[in-house]
């Protein structure tokens, strides 16, 4: 079955960096979009970033955009986030997720659709 296994999550100070990186495994992974999201406790889980399949198209949330970088390696089965410039307001518990289908068109933003999800890293940025 497919497997979402993330790492890298910890505690910054703000204005650090971190690197999540998301290891794929039970399917062709080059040929599925990948997205990153975040939650934090009483919020509903929203969208970071995502990338599609063939890594030629990205879709950053405004308030990441300019500080995250999404990118992927298909032949390491890999998607990761360069992150930069952290704020407090970035903690949360980072996920990895994947559509259950090959999806054409443009990258998909709601959780509602992606099937396949890791088990979430925890980010905290102290200030």
């Known amino acids: 079955q497919v497997q979402l296994v993330e790492s890298g999550g910890g505690l910054v100070q703000a204005g650090g960096s971190l690197r999540l990186s998301c290891a794929a495994s039970?399917?062709?992974?080059?040929?599925?979009?990948m997205a990153w999201f975040r939650q934090v406790p009483g919020k509903e889980r929203e969208i970071v970033a995502s990338?599609?399949?063939?890594?030629?198209?990205?879709y950053y949330a405004d308030s990441v955009k300019g500080r995250f970088t999404i990118s992927r390696d298909n032949a390491k089965n890999t998607v990761s986030l360069q992150m930069n410039s952290l704020k407090p307001e970035d903690t949360a518990v980072y996920f990895c997720?994947?559509?259950?289908?090959?999806?054409?068109?443009?990258?998909?933003?709601?959780?509602?659709?992606?099937?396949?999800w890791g088990q979430g890293t925890q980010v905290t940025v102290s200030s």
């Open positions: 990338i599609r399949w063939s890594g030629d198209s990205t």
């Open positions: 997720a994947s559509p259950g289908f090959q999806t054409r068109g443009s990258l998909k933003l709601a959780s509602t659709e992606y099937e396949y």
């Open positions: 039970g399917r062709t992974f080059s040929s599925y979009d």
